[in-house]
């Protein structure tokens, strides 16, 4: 045993498990390969950015993510704990209800089209799930509902309807109603592609200002320029698979390979 002197009072203590980790990710739809074999780490408090053309996988490995598709093949672990499946393959689908329902709950979704309640108001859409699907106090979430809206930059919209606000105004609605379910982790669908510049612009400092906070997040995205300024790491995936990957500087600065060359000129403004 050392003696005591000799101890370090500054030893490392082990690194928390990523928020979420894949491994060897496999997606079909009929006779269609989506995924074929994907790895993902989003470690506690990085963004990671999934770029690729249209039909590479993104959005489905997202969704995969958040367990609201079924994989075939492969591991999805939250916080060190692998999803439980029953059957192989097609007929493969989570064993325990009550883990999907957890680790939905913290790992916030945020849609390319807002998918605000239509109904409600939008401090209602915002205070929903915390109320309903977690048991929150009411007056609590309010409380944090009221601050989120003001963060996102429309506190005064509170009382508003979806249809009264404009595109950029419901996805910072939508925004701050995957915040107020105090999540994990975030993740993006695309959240910009369905704006305008002028409105993108508007989501786009939100989702700077969550990252400067140290937010996890996954990020699905056709915008370069936002993949490059708040990512830990990013990942180009082409025809299912990861074809390269790496921290921001590289991989836009010096792609490796031919096809990541290809798609970063075609994805270069006019």
């Known amino acids: 045993m050392r003696p005591i002197e000799d101890m370090s009072i500054s030893e490392e203590l082990p690194l928390p498990p990523p928020v979420i980790e894949i491994r060897d990710l496999h997606k079909s739809y009929g006779k269609l390969e989506v995924l074929k074999g994907v790895d993902l780490v ?11 053309s249209s ?12 367990l609201l598709e079924d994989s075939e093949q492969g591991e999805i672990i939250f916080e060190g704990e692998p999803v439980r499946w029953r059957g192989t393959g097609l007929n493969r689908h989570p064993a325990d209800k009550a883990q999907v329902m957890r680790i939905r709950t913290n790992l916030s979704m945020v849609f390319q089209q807002f998918n605000l309640w239509s109904h409600l108001s939008i401090l209602q859409n915002v205070m929903e799930a915390p109320v309903t699907v977690l048991g929150q106090d ?13 963060k996102v930059g429309i506190g005064e919209k509170a009382d508003a309807y979806p249809a009264m606000l404009s595109g950029g105004q ?11 379910m105090e999540p994990r982790a975030l993740l993006f669908d695309e959240p910009t592609s369905a704006l305008d510049p ?16 140290g937010r996890t997040m996954i990020l699905v995205t056709h915008d370069m320029r936002l993949a490059a300024d708040v990512s830990d790491h990013v990942v180009f995936l082409h025809q ?31």
Request: proline share 5%.
């Open 170 to 180: 419901q996805q910072r609605a939508a925004i701050a109603r995957a915040l107020c």
């Open 240 to 270: 299912g698979r990861i074809e390269e990957e790496g921290p921001p500087a590289a991989l836009f600065g010096a792609p490796r390979t031919d096809r990541l060359r290809q798609f970063l000129r075609a994805t270069e403004p006019a």
């Open 138 to 150: 009411r007056s609590a979430v309010e409380a944090r509902a009221r601050m989120l809206l003001d």
């Open 42 to 52: 989003a470690p506690r408090g990085h963004v990671v950015s999934l770029i690729g």
């Open 55 to 66: 039909g590479s996988g993104k959005s489905t490995l997202l969704r995969c993510c958040n």
């Open 198 to 213: 002028e409105l993108e612009q508007e989501v786009v400092k939100v989702i700077k200002a969550l990252a400067d906070e």
